[in-house]
């Protein structure tokens, strides 16, 4: 029996510590879907047999972790135990790393990565500036755990705070300490979670549920699966902390159906866990019992709604119902029902077991500890970062994000998902938390943060929000069902240059009704991407209407690709590359677009070689001269 | 049918799970298997197909030999996804959501995958290409009949 109670945990601890020997080198392999796509298994497969094979075993370990977060380097390994931070791996580097460094503990510069401001490489993990603003508590744990190995965890202090609120605690001290803590919800709402436990606990009931929400279905956002895939135990041991605060039995962590792997690990992490005693019956030998369940979502992003999620759970279309009777009155089968976040849940075993009073030193005023972003879109350094609350977004952005790609002008920021907003410039020195992104008219939501640049046009964003929205939403109540849908229309002949300058007024009316008179949160919160873009870029949306402009370039209707007659070279590229022979011209002599064939897809404008750049888009009255000279042409011949 | 039913209780909270299995096993929900949950269940075929039409997850026609999906995350749209989406339907002559009349390929969006920093990505069933450009999108759908030209070689 591997069932273990506080004294055993423990022991079990001290012996797994014991015989990791703190000094032996270990080769860890990010293993987060980003560095999966870049055929990190692959990698990991080769290390591993490698390591077989030349009998360095007992020297050195290897391990495929949990997502490190610098998703744009992958894939990444990291030597362990000085930290030495390889990026960008290859296969063909694989020998080089395990001769070299894990055995000759010598660095091979070529894979450090290079500040590409000061242009020195950086050795060690840490020292990366990615990293270096960063406050990984929550997070930076998954670089060293194997989530197939419970024992990572454990070694790691995992389970201690389930050790320590079962039998030290009292649920209302717990429930205390997490108030106390000023821990808010990290799903989008930004609810107090001891608040919520507590009216769940007061509850009169005799069964009671708990429910982890691991839908994330912002796009842009994926901290939570890389939790979920990366330290399951985390959420799992939040989760039995609540359950015992609550009251409740059983707990089901609704995970997105779009990830496999997050499924997978936390349904082996779950198993490993009632192994070790701690889910099932007495918990650690206490007279608590409880068990958690895994749902695999369907594929509806109205279901991370809370009503809708139990809609769900329960087997049917996930409709939200009107709140309330809010969750913790009646939830899952009509019982109380608590529903946290995944990354709430993963705060809770810090919270019990470090304390309050520490946790609540980290952020601002009224939103305590840290938050993870996806940092994703124009950005140089794309990946999860975990800031304390109230940093800046320009440090967010610039010193943590490396800044705009290419050298490109920065224009604005989406956080929040489809719920949230646009948030421009004059804004990067606003300090991030709950109360600041509420105010400037976003949200902090899961925590997506989309970075976008000159060449990304913002009618075109909200349109892409809006439609989103539209087509994810459960068409129950009217207001969102067609006041979505006549909002995308609108949006939509905006792009395609046949807005009229009443259109700003219809836009803004929808959106107050649908944002008042929606039954559920996906509704109420749809027309944010409009207002905000409204209020921070109206200069774009008038340039549309009335010029027929996309300054951005962006809007496929309101450009035309023109090849520069000076510059082209006649080399021949845009033209055999070009999908609807479109472009007429010889060897060495100025190439031709045909504006009538040309289905504007821009893969002239990807193939034609840096050094010449010959096409150029022109929109509003360049566009028109060119269709003028294009048609005289036509007539001509 | 009966094989995959049998590993469920009949209660109609196991609905979502039984259809995941049905459409794992046979790669779409037939009138058939929605009749036999139906019966199962003790709920009516109008139930079941209610909620089956309402997920994503689940189809009434059977999927292509090949599924090609492109992501339409925003980290993946502000990078010009849609115009890697229009190649894609472009060169396969079909709407996204749709299959090939032969049967072999079915174009498919997904709302994000969170792979971000490869954006745009394209799928190929299970394979995973970052930083898409339109030019890419014919060696991607070659390279998939190539692909399975070499398995039945091998």
């Known amino acids: 029996?591997?069932?273990?109670?506080?004294?055993?945990?423990?022991?079990?601890?001290?012996?797994?510590?014991?015989?990791?020997?703190?000094?032996?080198?270990?080769?860890?392999?990010?293993?987060?879907?980003?560095?999966?796509?870049?055929?990190?298994?692959?990698?990991?497969?080769?290390?591993?047999?490698?390591?077989?094979?030349?009998?360095?075993?007992?020297?050195?370990?290897?391990?495929?972790?949990?997502?490190?977060?610098?998703?744009?380097?992958?894939?990444?390994?990291?030597?362990?135990?000085?930290?030495?931070?390889?990026?960008?791996?290859?296969?063909?580097?694989?020998?080089?790393?395990?001769?070299?460094?894990?055995?000759?503990?010598?660095?091979?510069?070529?894979?450090?990565?290079?500040?590409?401001?000061?242009?020195?490489?950086?050795?060690?993990?840490?020292?990366?500036?990615?990293?270096?603003?960063?406050?990984?508590?929550?997070?930076?744990?998954?670089?060293?755990?194997?989530?197939?190995?419970?024992?990572?965890?454990?070694?790691?202090?995992?389970?201690?705070?389930?050790?320590?609120?079962?039998?030290?605690?009292?649920?209302?001290?717990?429930?205390?300490?997490?108030?106390?803590?000023?821990?808010?919800?990290?799903?989008?709402?930004?609810?107090?979670?001891?608040?919520?436990?507590?009216?769940?606990?007061?509850?009169?009931?005799?069964?009671?549920?708990?429910?982890?929400?691991?839908?994330?279905?912002?796009?842009?956002?994926?901290?939570?699966?890389?939790?979920?895939?990366?330290?399951?135990?985390?959420?799992?041991?939040?989760?039995?902390?609540?359950?015992?605060?609550?009251?409740?039995?059983?707990?089901?962590?609704?995970?997105?159906?779009?990830?496999?792997?997050?499924?997978?690990?936390?349904?082996?992490?779950?198993?490993?866990?009632?192994?070790?005693?701690?889910?099932?019956?007495?918990?650690?030998?206490?007279?608590?019992?409880?068990?958690?369940?895994?749902?695999?979502?369907?594929?509806?992003?109205?279901?991370?709604?809370?009503?809708?999620?139990?809609?769900?759970?329960?087997?049917?279309?996930?409709?939200?119902?009107?709140?309330?009777?809010?969750?913790?009155?009646?939830?899952?089968?009509?019982?109380?029902?608590?529903?946290?976040?995944?990354?709430?849940?993963?705060?809770?075993?810090?919270?019990?077991?470090?304390?309050?009073?520490?946790?609540?030193?980290?952020?601002?005023?009224?939103?305590?500890?840290?938050?993870?972003?996806?940092?994703?879109?124009?950005?140089?350094?794309?990946?999860?970062?975990?800031?304390?609350?109230?940093?800046?977004?320009?440090?967010?952005?610039y010193d943590i994000g490396g800044g705009i790609k290419d050298g490109k002008k920065f224009k604005a920021v989406q956080t929040g998902g489809p719920s949230g907003g646009c948030l421009p410039a004059d804004m990067l020195d606003q300090p991030i938390d709950f109360d600041t992104l509420t105010r400037a008219g976003s949200i902090m939501g899961s925590g997506g943060m989309i970075v976008m640049d000159e060449d990304n046009c913002m009618v075109d964003v909200a349109r892409y929000f809006l439609k989103f929205t539209q087509e994810e939403s459960c068409g129950k109540c009217v207001p969102c069902r067609i006041g979505t849908k006549e909002m995308v229309e609108i949006l939509t002949r905006i792009t395609e240059g046949k807005g009229e300058i009443g259109d700003i007024k219809k836009l803004k009316d929808l959106a107050e009704t649908v944002k008042n008179a929606s039954l559920c949160g996906l509704g109420q919160t749809a027309p944010n991407p409009v207002l905000t873009t409204l209020r921070y870029f109206m200069d774009e949306y008038i340039e549309h209407i009335e010029e027929k402009k996309c300054s951005a370039l962006s809007c496929k209707e309101l450009i035309v690709y023109y090849i520069e007659p000076e510059k082209c070279v006649g080399c021949l590229l845009c033209k055999k590359n070009c999908p609807v022979n479109a472009i007429s011209g010889e060897r060495k002599q100025v190439h031709v677009i045909d504006q009538d064939i040309c289905i504007k897809c821009g893969a002239c404008l990807d193939v034609c070689p840096p050094k010449v750049s010959a096409i150029s888009k022109y929109t509003g009255k360049d566009k028109e001269k060119i269709l003028e000279q294009h048609n005289r042409k036509k007539t001509k011949k | 049918m009966v094989n995959i039913l049998k590993k469920f209780k009949p209660e109609k909270k196991e609905l979502i799970h039984i259809l995941h299995s049905v459409q794992e096993a046979q790669g779409y929900i037939s009138p058939e298997a929605i009749s036999e949950i139906s019966k199962y269940l003790n709920i009516s075929e109008g139930e079941v197909y209610g909620v089956l039409t309402f997920y994503n997850a689940f189809t009434l026609e059977p999927k292509g030999k090949h599924t090609i999906t492109v992501c339409m995350g925003t980290a993946c749209h502000v990078r010009g996804a849609a115009s890697v989406l229009d190649e894609f339907s472009r060169r396969l002559n079909i709407l996204p959501g749709r299959t090939t009349e032969d049967k072999y390929f079915t174009l498919e969006t997904v709302n994000c995958v969170g792979a971000c920093a490869l954006g745009p990505i394209a799928i190929t069933d299970g394979h995973y290409h970052g930083h898409v450009s339109t030019r890419d999108v014919k060696k991607i759908i070659d390279d998939v009949s190539k692909e399975e030209g070499k398995k039945k070689k091998e």
């Open chain 1, 1 to 397: 029996m591997k069932k273990v109670d506080p004294e055993k945990l423990e022991k079990l601890r001290a012996q797994i510590t014991a015989s990791r020997e703190k000094e032996k080198t270990c080769i860890t392999i990010c293993g987060g879907t980003g560095c999966h796509a870049y055929g990190c298994e692959e990698i990991a497969e080769i290390f591993k047999n490698e390591i077989k094979k030349q009998k360095l075993g007992d020297k050195i370990d290897i391990r495929v972790t949990g997502c490190h977060g610098f998703c744009e380097r992958g894939p990444i390994v990291v030597i362990q135990p000085e930290g030495i931070f390889y990026q960008r791996v290859r296969k063909e580097d694989i020998q080089e790393i395990i001769s070299k460094t894990a055995v000759g503990k010598e660095v091979i510069p070529r894979l450090l990565y290079k500040d590409p401001q000061k242009g020195v490489r950086i050795e060690k993990e840490r020292e990366v500036p990615f990293y270096k603003k960063q406050k990984r508590i929550i997070f930076g744990r998954n670089g060293f755990i194997d989530p197939t190995d419970i024992k990572d965890y454990i070694a790691l202090d995992g389970y201690k705070a389930v050790s320590k609120a079962l039998f030290e605690m009292r649920p209302e001290e717990i429930i205390s300490e997490v108030k106390k803590s000023g821990l808010r919800g990290r799903g989008g709402g930004g609810f107090p979670t001891g608040k919520k436990w507590e009216i769940c606990r007061e509850k009169d009931s005799s069964v009671k549920y708990i429910v982890c929400n691991a839908d994330e279905g912002d796009p842009g956002a994926y901290m939570d699966r890389s939790l979920l895939e990366g330290n399951p135990h985390s959420i799992i041991e939040g989760m039995i902390i609540g359950a015992y605060a609550i009251g409740a039995g059983k707990g089901y962590i609704y995970v997105r159906l779009e990830y496999p792997l997050a499924v997978k690990n936390v349904t082996l992490a779950i198993e490993k866990a009632r192994e070790y005693g701690f889910l099932g019956e007495s918990i650690l030998g206490s007279d608590f019992d409880f068990d958690i369940s895994v749902f695999k979502g369907a594929g509806a992003f109205v279901s991370g709604e809370e009503t809708s999620l139990m809609a769900s759970i329960e087997g049917r279309r996930a409709f939200p119902r009107q709140r309330p009777p809010y969750p913790a009155d009646k939830g899952l089968w009509g019982k109380p029902t608590n529903i946290n976040n995944v990354e709430t849940w993963a705060n809770v075993p810090l919270i019990v077991e470090k304390g309050a009073q520490w946790y609540s030193r980290i952020g601002t005023e009224t939103s305590k500890g840290t938050k993870i972003f996806s940092l994703v879109g124009k950005i140089n350094n794309t990946g999860l970062v975990e800031v304390p609350m109230g940093m800046t977004l320009r440090e967010i952005i």
